[in-house]
Nanobody, 126 residues
Framework: QVQLVESGGGLVQAGGSLRLSCAAS??????????MGWFRQAPGKEREFVAA????????YYKDSVKGRFTISRDNAKNTVYLQMGSLKPEDPAGYYC?????????????????WGPGTQVTVSS
């Protein structure tokens, strides 16, 4: 099983940028192919998909509202996935969570992401 820990959250002004990181340990990227995803959940709202990346990094997927503002990437040698967030808006604050799905390709069903990190909080001030 892979263990995930997010970092990089914090308080940023609207229009600003943050880079989130997700570090994997245990059964890492060097041991197994994982597609990775970022999700977020704001208080009182359901968890929602933000972005995902295939094992090779060749396939990227984004929630429509973050396209052009957020970039997902990964460094398999460092067992780390990143979410570069720019032009942050008032609707972006939430707990951000990374998740792993076994296999090279991003699954269509969120339920196939089987390992989750504890999350990192992003707050945007106006």
């Amino acid at each position: 099983q892979v263990q995930l820990v997010e970092s990089g959250g914090g308080l940023v002004q609207a229009g600003g940028s943050l880079r989130l990181s997700c570090a994997a340990s245990g059964r890492t990227f060097s041991d197994y192919a994982y597609a990775m995803g970022w999700f977020r959940q704001a208080p009182g709202k359901e968890r929602e998909f933000v972005a995902a990346i295939s094992w090779s990094g060749g396939r990227l997927y984004y929630k429509d509202s973050v396209k052009g503002r957020f970039t997902i990437s990964r460094d398999n040698a460092k067992n780390t996935v990143y979410l570069q967030m720019g032009s942050l808006k008032p609707e972006d604050p939430a707990g951000y969570y990374c998740a792993a799905a076994e296999g090279a390709w991003v699954p269509a069903d969120e339920r196939d992401f089987h390992s989750w990190g504890p999350g990192t909080q992003v707050t945007v001030s106006s």
